[in-house]
Structures are given as structure tokens and as C-alpha cells.
């Protein structure tokens, strides 16, 4: 895992947090939730190539597979 990848990760929480409060402040909650669901989707994404990997290193460990 590499330190860009954290900064990656903290750059959409700054990105959604801003974005879903100023949706917020004007009133429009059910786009902030929106913007936040997706925010939680974009990490998710960026996340599932560290866990294939993380399974593949473990795979090779164990000589499984």
C-alpha cells in the first residue's frame, strides 16, 4: 500500500464531506445522502484492488491454489 493511495482515499472523504454539507446547509438532505453513498462507492472501488491483492499475496504464502 502506498502513501497516495491514503491520500487518494482522504482526498474523496474531504471532497464528499465538503460537498455533502453544503447540500446540507441548503436543504437538500436527500442529495447530501446521495453524494454520500456514492463517496462510500468510489472508496469501495479504489479498495477492491488492495483486497485482491492482499488475497494473492496470502494465496502465495500459503502455497494455496
Not at 491520500?7 to 446547509?25: D, H, M, P, R
Not at 438532505?29 to 496470502?58: K, P, W, Y
Amino acid at each position: 500500500m502506498d502513501i497516495s493511495f491514503i491520500v487518494k482515499i482522504a482526498g474523496v472523504g474531504i471532497l464528499v464531506a465538503v460537498a455533502a454539507q453544503i447540500l446540507s446547509k441548503t436543504g437538500r438532505d436527500e442529495q447530501a445522502m446521495f453524494v454520500t453513498i456514492a463517496g462510500i462507492l468510489v472508496v469501495l472501488m479504489l479498495l477492491i484492488s488492495q483486497i485482491r491483492d492482499l488475497f494473492d499475496l496470502v494465496t502465495s504464502v500459503f502455497g494455496i491454489g
